[in-house]
């Protein structure tokens, strides 16, 4: 009966939980499907399949990264993501970008794991969601660390008893349930790497770890740790109990280190964010570190392709090439154990010699190996058969020093093989078999429309 009133005084509605405020459900259960719902629908609507028919795999690749970047912020900075949500987004992504032009399920190339790494530890840079979320979410430890004592961290220590001068890793979790007690949380499952996130706020010597263990000043700022004598900075720990003799000379290493320090009495201490050159927290640091951590070394073994992204070419030439040195092409040996073809259809479609495999299509045929070979002489060079498309790609871009000599070495790897992959292509499915001359021309002819210049002109 109040609330009616009260409604009719101000001239407002009356309504119950939850509401939207800001594109949020305000009370709502953040754990509960139904709450995402809205994310989920708007990822897949823009993936839609009738999108993937019109679109190669570099084109899909950059509709997943702008709806991944798109997702509502205010959702990912406040609410966990449950599971479930997290494995429907994936499968989302999934199946738009393995589709095949009929829109029916493709094969996939690489593992998803592999798609989410970013492009410098060797994957395709799609982002991991889940990652994103736990960035977000640590973004509030940061601000609790970092911002005096605003209106929503009084707010905060008010609803869960919390000390609003000490950091969060310092204080017990909330009891209470809610958005704040999923940020004390921390998503992180293995403690070892939760524990060195959390360390890049945090004040404490790492090179020193027994003195830490014993002293009663953890979590604390500089200035607990020292007073002013005049103008000089005397430093003065304290400990739970008395130093043994060993510890005594740690002590002593200690302060011969902090020496050098010189703090001083004109700003106030502040926390700094270790993993980044700006010393303030990023979304971005936040999953570089998390990721250089937690992805297996099947995935950091392919960190040389980083260098294929430098936008010299196409999009959907850079992922070829990518697809190229992982191994991972649709070549007749692979689509003979996936039993797509028979397999006695196996033989390369260029020389009709050996096995079709991406090591002899991209390189040891026969075929392939004029065209590399019409390049060396081109550029003036000699040069042996490698053992791997690794070997050949480092050998290969990695052996000028000048900037422009080094950008027409990698215009002439990108263009070998993207006129190997049209030409099998055309001999494959079109019947189209072009001479030797114009293959080799036409390798040229895709460097000079990428460069805009002769590649080999003065």
Known sequence: MWVRRMCRLLGCKEASLPVR??????????????????????????????????????????????????????????YKMPKTVAEKLISLQRRFLWSTEDGRHGVPLVKWEIVMAPKQVGGLGVGDAVIRNTALLFKWWWR??????????????????????????????????????????????????????????????????????????QGSVIG??????????????????????????????????????????????????????TEVYSTASFGKVLHAEVLPEEITSYSFTRTVWKGLVPPRVELLTWFVLVGRVNTKDRLCRFR????????????????????????????????????????????????????????????????VDRKRWFLGFFAVIWTTWLERNGRLFRDHTSSMEDIINRSFRYSEEWSGVDPFGC
């Open 21 to 78: 405020y800001l594109g949020i459900p305000l009370g709502a259960n953040p754990r509960l499907v139904k709450t995402w719902k809205p994310v989920i629908d708007k990822v897949e609507d823009k993936l839609s399949l009738w999108k993937a028919k019109t679109l190669n795999k570099a084109g899909k690749l950059v509709l997943i990264k702008s709806v991944l970047n798109s997702l509502p912020i205010y959702y990912l900075s406040l």
């Open 144 to 217: 609790f660390s970092k911002e005096d004592c605003p209106l929503w961290k009084k707010v905060v220590c008010s609803c869960n008893s919390m000390n609003p001068t000490v950091m969060l890793q310092g204080q017990p979790a909330p009891i209470r349930g809610g958005p704040w007690r999923d940020i004390c949380q921390l998503q992180i499952s293995e403690l070892q790497l939760r524990e060195k996130m959390i360390s890049g706020l945090s004040m404490e010597l790492d090179m020193f770890p027994r003195l830490f263990s014993v002293s009663t000043l």
């Open 224 to 277: 607990d740790c020292g007073f002013w004598d005049g103008l000089e900075w005397i430093w003065s720990f304290q400990w739970r109990r008395e130093l043994f003799q060993w510890e005594l000379d740690l002590v002593h290493q200690l302060h011969e280190m902090l020496q050098s320090v010189k703090p001083t009495n004109e700003k106030e201490d502040g926390v700094v964010w270790k993993f980044d050159k």
């Open 340 to 403: 797509v073809i028979p397999q006695q259809d196996n033989r390369c479609v260029l020389c009709d010699k050996a096995e079709e495999t991406v090591f002899h299509l991209f390189l040891e045929c026969e075929t392939t190996w004029k065209v590399w070979c019409a390049w060396l002489r081109a550029l003036g060079r000699q040069w042996s058969l490698p053992g791997t498309l690794k070997d050949h790609f480092e050998s290969w871009t990695k052996l000028s020093v000048r900037k």
